[in-house]
């Protein structure tokens, strides 16, 4: 059964501190996806994996295909990072993971 | 930036009454989801739509569930009888390409089935 795990649930750090969530997924996903839901609850996707790494301003997602492991980062967070942060696994459908709800606080 | 597009923003209903989720995808985009959100849990996948025909359902996605394009640019999940743990948010999201770089999400359709 294709799965994807994430850590932490909840995270709580201070304004400008670097952020890191951890996605891991079972076998027979081809790429992954990191999602940011906003307290309103709408869906925005952040990146999307199937090898190696990528940026975008603040935003860092690694992800290594041996291991089946991804990481999101934030580096110099700020309380509007605050939001959940899903990690989404890929193959004939998408499996969701329960995500991360992050809070900064100023 | 182009925003796929769903109505309505809430939709309150009856259980056992049919609703139509509607949803309008960015118009060059080739592959069509359904999803849906419990509040508290996570998202699910319902259902995948590409070339006019449903390529991945999940477990949900009985025969309670349909989904349609009728006109080429809508595309719409039906309830036929709703039942009180349908109640979640719906997200219906495009993408252009099976495994494209971004997965566009509509802002979901809160149904609530009392």
């Known amino acids: 059964k294709n799965e994807v795990e994430q850590s932490p649930q909840n995270l709580t750090a201070q304004e400008g501190e670097f952020i890191t969530i951890n996605c891991s997924y079972s076998?027979?996903?081809?790429?992954l996806h990191w999602l940011q839901q906003h307290p309103g609850g709408g869906i925005v996707s952040l990146f999307m994996?199937?090898?190696g790494k990528k940026k975008h301003g603040r935003l860092i997602a690694t992800i290594n295909i041996q291991e089946k492991h991804s990481s999101l980062h934030i580096t110099a967070s700020h309380p509007r990072d605050s939001a959940v942060y899903i990690c989404a696994g890929r193959d004939d459908k998408i499996i969701f993971g329960k995500g991360t709800r992050l809070h900064i606080l100023p | 930036e182009p925003e796929v597009t769903q109505t309505p923003s809430h939709q309150v209903t009856q259980m056992g009454q049919e609703v139509i989720l509607r949803c309008v995808p960015i118009s060059n985009h080739l592959y069509f989801y359904w999803y849906r959100q419990i509040l508290g849990q996570k998202v699910e996948f319902l259902v995948s739509f590409y070339n006019n025909e449903i390529s991945e359902k999940s477990e949900i996605f009985d025969d309670q569930f349909s989904v349609e394009r009728p006109d080429g640019s809508n595309f719409t999940l039906k309830i036929r009888s709703t039942k009180l743990e349908d109640s979640a948010m719906y997200f219906c999201?495009?993408?252009?390409?099976?495994?494209?770089?971004?997965?566009?999400f509509g802002s979901g359709t809160q149904l609530s089935v009392l």
């Open positions: 076998v027979g996903i081809s790429a």
């Open positions: 994996l199937s090898s």
């Open positions: 999201a495009s993408d252009w390409d099976l495994l494209g770089e971004k997965l566009f």
